[in-house]
């Protein structure tokens, strides 16, 4: 499937600029006469606010306004729902209760914004916060989940019935049937804690209201620009096109740059508005901690079923999800972990309830993974606690349960994100097992290593788990691709790019067709003034569902450009090519026109037009699958353990994994990397803490553990799967969460398995030296 | 607050003097009254490393500084690199080597790396590691920076 381009690692377009300090960022944008915004955030997890003394604050030189829920009048009511409610789920119920833009009364996590300072300078902003006086009232915060559904728990949202957001049942089979006929049924508690994007880059906007033009123009690094496009002019009674949001360079997303209708958006907008000067906010890190959204946590009350011989018969899971103090972004994260619990096995009966539980807790929504990491690492755990049961090696118990090569497509059973019955379209999960196991040399390892060391004291472990990644969900995105009068080849998108390598890969998906260099094709991204369609860059969905539209656009403009150089050239089309810049023909190179010159007579300024023809080498396509393209892979790590202090050092990590076909294999190499160090700190280095009053321990680096250089393994060793997706036409499905999703489920088996002779379970994911230290301590003494 | 205080700093070999609030942050001074967008701000605590220059040649981080502690002192930031036309090798190699992806990150990396490899000519994989230990990237995982590393090492010790 290699093309000249398409399917190469090709260098990066975008790198030179952005090495050379020239990528300009949202925070290193000025514009003249702007003004800056700080938030006064609350202290408390859950109070009521008495009274709010703002005068000091308004006083102090330098301070253009400090606002307050009363100065934002209608504003102040819940926001939109980001995503539709699971109303497709026969029986979901639900309740919706989105964010505040400004609390009024009461806050429910603490980082709420109470208050707007707006200052001549970021440092005068920040100089006003310290005098703005709150009188709180503190009530008691609901911070665990279990506790949460306790009768007579404190609520969140004094007006509903209990802590409960939302209830989803889904099913296959009849798991109690299951279970009445298996060997063996297993019965685990498993917690799944909450991790922070921390994309390096915080969040940040910058909106300019043109009042004589009537015009706003919002920089963002969303990966939503056209939902914040038209989130905006809904609220303010604009049309769609006028507003236009642009998005800069932007230091990477991992999912809470996807939401709109925040605090900072909604006030700021109306500020700028209001105002009439463009107005700045850029968050600093502890902000991004207390008010940008995180996610993960659930915990999971699981039962698996199986012959003696190792076969899964059924699998039931019942799991409360934490979605924080509001639920603006719905069932997504939950309904990730239902459809990824099961998806790479065959599992005949399996049955899935979760229960979606407010806390007084910062908001969840997606964060690379978005809860397909929780679906693996229940299921992995689960296996393993079986294998061990039934004294079965690891990598056989998975082997034997594996989702054959020729079973495609498969129905789940399961309702998805995309609200659409999810259908695993192609894969080959034996052979990425098989590939992995002879990549790590297994057997060498069991048979040799392992004992060796064990032999010598050292606690030397291996982990194998596979999973699958759903990507490439609907509904749609859209291209345009123009070819310039300079022979060059413009392509707009509406999806925003965080650091993909989307000015390269799209690139190389239209030069393809065009037969252009791939640095000579310019990709627009995320900037609604060149397009103005499509839902934005989440899902590991923008490679597969924009990318076919570029193909899609460049196949049109390909057929635009063939047919007027066919008349020019006074040739039939099928015996043209496009290389070089040129249409030539094929067996008279020299013969040829050139994409530029075509370009300009496809827009003739007198002469000829003929009826029903479109100006311009110009075309515009859209795609939207039927449903996502799933990828999948295995991963295996072996980890040493110093027994004493509870710290592993990986030794090894193998992982292959089937993107179909990878348009640039250096790129998907590159997002499977920072996927895995992303899986690698949810395992064992971060953790969003909150006490049990809610107040945020981890709000800076200092306190949440980054995963540095020094902490990964010296060598990720990748196999790659190549099955195409029949879904387009290209054969792509995404891979961005990948890394991210297998990691912790592994960890967990390769520590267990290095820990061997304390006999330790670790059905917890997000751990830590103590925690380990205490959990072996607690196995020891049982 | 409002007092300023006179600073004489040289930026990249072009000196400037201009008034600053004592409590202007450094790389606010670079970024924001200088212009220099190139060097990033990630956490405003000194550990993200995002945001490294060089401090009379040697990689500090310039959000845990103020602009008057630069008073009579030279800063490098990544515009004394090289342009997107004509890179440093080390730019090259990161280029080469995929090692940056959002490339917020990547200029506190690259200031971090030209001062570590002008005393470090050839390290090991171990040597990198430790050496970029301070600087938190998101999307690369660290491997290919390893790599680049590298294959900068070489391509300066070509160079010289």
Known sequence: ?782 | MTQKVKINITVNGVPYEREVEPRLLLSDFIRHDLGLTGTHVGCEHGLCGACTILFDGQSVRSCIMFAVMADGHKIETVESLGTPEHLHPLQEAFMEKHALQCGFCTPGFLMTLVDYLGDNKNPTDEEIREAIDGNFCRCTGYENIVEAVKLAAKKMAAHS
């Open chain 1, 1 to 782: 499937m290699a093309g000249r381009v398409f399917h190469k690692s090709i260098l990066r377009n975008e790198d030179p600029q952005i090495l050379a300090g020239k990528a300009q960022y949202l925070d290193d944008l000025e514009l003249p006469g702007m003004v800056f915004a700080a938030f006064k955030r609350s202290d408390y997890a859950h109070a009521i606010i008495k009274s709010i003394d703002v005068g000091e604050a308004r006083a102090l030189p330098g301070v253009i306004g400090v606002y307050t829920a009363e100065d934002f009048g209608d504003l102040v009511k819940p926001g939109p729902l980001q995503v539709p409610p699971p109303t497709a789920i026969k029986g979901a119920t639900y309740v919706s209760r989105t964010l505040m833009p400004i609390a009024k009364d009461k806050v429910r996590y603490s980082g709420e914004p109470v208050a707007v300072v707006i200052a001549e300078s970021r440092y005068i902003a920040e100089d006003a916060l310290d005098y703005i006086y709150i009188d709180f009232e503190p009530l008691d915060a609901v911070i665990d989940l279990e506790k949460a559904m306790e009768p007579g728990s404190i609520k969140v949202h004094d007006d509903l019935p209990s802590n409960e957001g939302a209830h989803v049942t889904q099913s296959r089979g009849n798991y109690d049937e299951a279970a009445a006929k298996a060997d063996l049924v297993i019965k685990k508690k498993i917690y799944v804690d909450r991790v922070a994007a921390a994309a390096l880059e915080n969040r940040g906007i910058l909106i300019n209201w043109d009042d004589k033009a009537q015009m706003m123009t919002i920089w963002c690094g969303t990966q939503s620009p056209i939902t914040l496009r038209n989130a905006t002019a809904a609220r303010m009674g604009l049309f769609e096109n006028q507003v236009r949001v642009i998005t800069p360079f932007t230091g990477g997303g991992f999912g809470p740059k996807i939401n709109t209708s925040m605090p900072d958006d909604v006030l700021l907008t109306e500020l700028a508005f209001r105002l009439k000067r463009p107005v700045k906010w850029y968050e600093d890190r502890r902000e991004n901690f207390l008010s940008t959204t995180s996610e993960r946590d659930q915990v999971h009350f699981c039962e698996i079923a199986l012959t003696k011989e190792g076969k899964i018969l059924g699998f039931k899971d019942f799991f409360y999800h934490n979605s924080g103090a509001y639920n603006p972004y719905m069932m997504t994260v939950p309904l990730n972990t239902q459809t990824h619990t099961v998806s790479n096995y065959e599992i005949p009966s399996f049955h899935t309830e979760i229960v979606m539980v407010f806390t007084n807790e910062m908001v969840v929504t997606p964060v690379r993974g978005a809860g397909r990491p929780q679906g693996v690492f229940v299921m992995e755990r689960m296996i393993d606690a079986a294998a061990k049961e039934l004294k079965m090696d690891p990598a056989e118990i998975r082997r034997i349960n594996l989702i054959q090569p020729d079973a495609y497509p498969v129905s789940t059973g399961v309702i998805g994100q995309d609200f659409v019955e999810g259908v695993l379209d192609s894969g080959n999960y034996p052979s990425a097992l098989n590939m992995v196991l002879e990549m790590i040399d297994y057997k060498k390892f069991r048979e040799e290593i392992q004992p060796k060391a064990r032999a010598e004291g050292k606690h030397l472990g291996i982990g194998i788990c596979t999973f699958t990644e759903g990507t490439g969900v609907g509904p749609y995105e859209g291209a345009k691709i123009t070819v310039g009068g300079n022979g060059k080849v413009s392509v707009a998108t509406g999806v925003a790019t965080q650091g993909q390598a989307h000015y390269t890969s799209f690139a190389q998906v239209a030069a393809e067709q065009l037969g252009v260099e791939v640095k000579d094709v310019k990709v627009i991204t995320g900037d609604t003034g060149h397009f103005a369609w499509g839902a934005g860059t989440f899902a590991s969905r923008g490679a597969t569902v924009a990318g076919t539209a570029i193909h899609l656009a460049a196949v049109k403009v390909k057929a635009k450009a063939l047919k007027l150089a066919s008349a020019i050239l006074e040739t039939p089309e099928e015996e043209l090519e496009l290389a070089d810049g040129f249409v030539r023909v094929a067996d008279l190179p020299d013969k040829r026109v050139a994409l530029g010159d075509l370009a300009n007579r496809a827009n003739p300024m007198r002469g000829t037009f003929p009826p029903g023809a479109e100006p311009g080498l110009e075309a515009v396509a859209y795609y939207g699958p039927p449903y996502g393209a799933t990828g999948a892979g295995c991963m295996a790590m072996i980890l040493n353990v110093d027994a004493e202090t509870m710290k592993p050092k990986i030794e090894r990590l193998v992982i292959v994994h089937d993107c179909g076909t990878p348009i640039n294999p250096m790129v998907v190499e590159g997002q499977v990397h920072g996927g895995i160090q992303m899986g690698i700190g949810n395992a064992f280095f971060e953790k969003i803490a909150y006490d049990e009053t809610g107040q945020l321990l981890s709000a800076s680096f200092m306190d949440y553990l980054f995963p540095q250089a020094t902490d990964m393994p010296p060598k990720i060793e990748m196999g790659h799967l190549e099955v195409p997706s029949p879904l387009n036409p290209l054969g792509i499905k995404g891979v961005g969460e990948a890394g991210a999703i297998p990691t912790p489920a592994v960890f967990n088996q390769a520590l267990e398995d290095a820990l061997y002779d304390t006999g330790v379970e670790l059905m917890e994911s997000n751990l830590s030296p103590s925690k380990v230290f205490s959990y072996v301590k607690q196995a020891k003494g049982a």
